[in-house]
């Protein structure tokens, strides 16, 4: 398969060819939601990306491609780049040389909840590694949907993707601006809604996970909202034993995303 892409006498596309420049311009959030497509960096999250069937078309160097045989071969459609229009492609210092350009994967907000147990929300999430790690999360912790509220960045931001280490395609995601919408449909589905607050007066220690459950994180500088605190069912802080002032976001998540989790398990 390698050989039939990159044949000698045939060039690869460079950062000039329309095809490379019509990819690049995804990496722009208005180019992406015009066109409904975006781009998936590196060999994980491509092939999470082909094993969902989201893919597009496969940029890819001579190098990649003799590296992920099997990536090229499951691909719909492959062309050859050179390492230059690779970096150009690339919003990473040191470019893997493989690229899928995807359909976005964010669903409507009715149909990740139904049936759910587990719910992940993030509100007001502004920095997308963040957004990225904790959709990683609760894909391992088995969430049934992470949606995205208000003004959190968008899933499909390049560092956000690269975060989540392929789990951007594997964890049911929803957007939503309007957060008090988003909070009515989680009680309609049947999910207790817990938040993730510093100054809470419960304790997670002592919360008793039983019922089906949604985790609301806030933004990572102001947290979450007074109003945002006054709707949801109960707040909750993660005990620090130590001597350090708070958790970040994500660790916090992983924190309480899990103890729902593994009390589910037990």
Same mark, same amino acid.
């Given at each position: ?7 000698? *006498? ?5 950062? %000039?060819?329309? %095809? ?21 960096? *590196? ?60 359909? &976005? ?16 929300? &993030? ?42 280490? *392929? ?7 929803? %957007?939503?601006?309007? $957060?008090?919408?988003? !909070? ?31 985790? $609301? ?6 947290? !979450? ?11 909750? %802080? $993660?005990?620090?034993? *130590? ?5 970040? &976001? ?17």
């Amino acid at each position: 398969m390698t050989g039939s892409i990159f044949r000698p *006498g045939a060039d690869p596309f460079t950062e %000039r060819t329309p %095809r490379v420049v019509a990819a690049r311009k995804l990496t722009r959030r208005a180019e992406r939601e015009k066109t409904g497509r975006f781009l998936a960096e *590196g060999v994980n999250a491509v092939t999470s990306a082909l094993s969902h069937g989201t893919v597009h078309e496969l940029f890819v160097t001579e190098r990649a491609a003799a590296a992920h045989p099997e990536l090229v071969a499951a691909a719909p459609r492959v062309s050859p780049i050179t390492d230059r229009a690779a970096a150009g492609l690339s919003e990473t210092v040191t470019p893997q040389g493989i690229i899928a350009v995807c359909s &976005l994967v964010d669903r409507p907000l009715e149909t990740v909840l139904d049936s759910a147990r587990l719910v992940v929300v &993030l509100v007001d999430v502004a920095e997308p590694g963040n957004a990225g790690t904790v959709i990683r999360v609760a894909d391992a912790a088995g969430a049934d949907a992470v949606v995205l509220a208000g003004d959190t960045v968008d899933p499909h931001n390049g560092k956000s993707v690269r975060a989540a280490a *392929g789990s951007t395609f594997q964890v049911p995601l929803a %957007r939503a601006r309007d $957060i008090p919408s988003v !909070l009515t449909a989680l009680r309609s589905a049947g999910l207790r809604t817990l938040a993730a607050h510093g100054y809470a007066a419960t304790s997670l220690e002592t919360v008793h996970f039983g019922d089906p459950v949604a985790w $609301i994180f806030g933004n990572e500088a102001h947290g !979450l909202s007074e109003h945002v605190l006054a709707a949801v069912d109960e707040a909750v %802080r $993660i005990p620090l034993y *130590g001597k350090a002032e708070s958790l970040n &976001l994500a660790t916090a998540a992983a924190v309480c995303v899990y103890t729902a989790a593994m009390a589910a398990h037990r």
